[in-house]
């Protein structure tokens, strides 16, 4: 069967980043993937997190930084990283800000993300 999701749903975040789910727990209901379009702007960071899914991120614009145990990779326009369950990860972006994809397996859940205090 096939299903035409209408657009997106605006996930608020603090700190000035826009997500924009077009697949997943909250805007279609899908719990085993997540896609979404994120934009952040210049500087902006989170907390360190221990996700319990794959995550696929595809740099549309700007650059993605991911600071993980073996070091730092920046991620930029044009460029994807994939990330593992289990691996303890932090994403920032560079001072032109960021544009991005996420497709995350199983779909991402703030329940499953285990985001540092």
């Not at 993980?68 to 972006?93: L, M, S």
Request: a negative charge; charged letters at 25%.
């Amino acid at each position: 069967m096939v299903r035409k999701l209408a657009g997106a749903t605006r996930i608020p975040v603090p700190g000035g980043k826009v997500i924009d789910e077009y697949v997943g727990r909250v805007n279609s209901g899908d719990e085993q993937v997540s896609v979404a379009h994120m934009v952040a702007p210049p500087g902006w960071e989170e907390p360190a997190q221990t996700p319990e899914f794959t995550e696929h991120t595809v740099v549309l614009r700007g650059t993605v930084v991911v600071e993980h145990d073996e070091g730092v990779t920046e991620v930029r326009a044009g460029e994807a990283i994939t990330t593992f369950p289990g691996e303890k990860i932090r994403y920032t972006v560079g001072p032109e800000g960021a544009e991005y994809i996420a497709v995350c397996l199983p779909g991402f859940s703030p329940d499953t993300v285990n985001r540092d205090e």
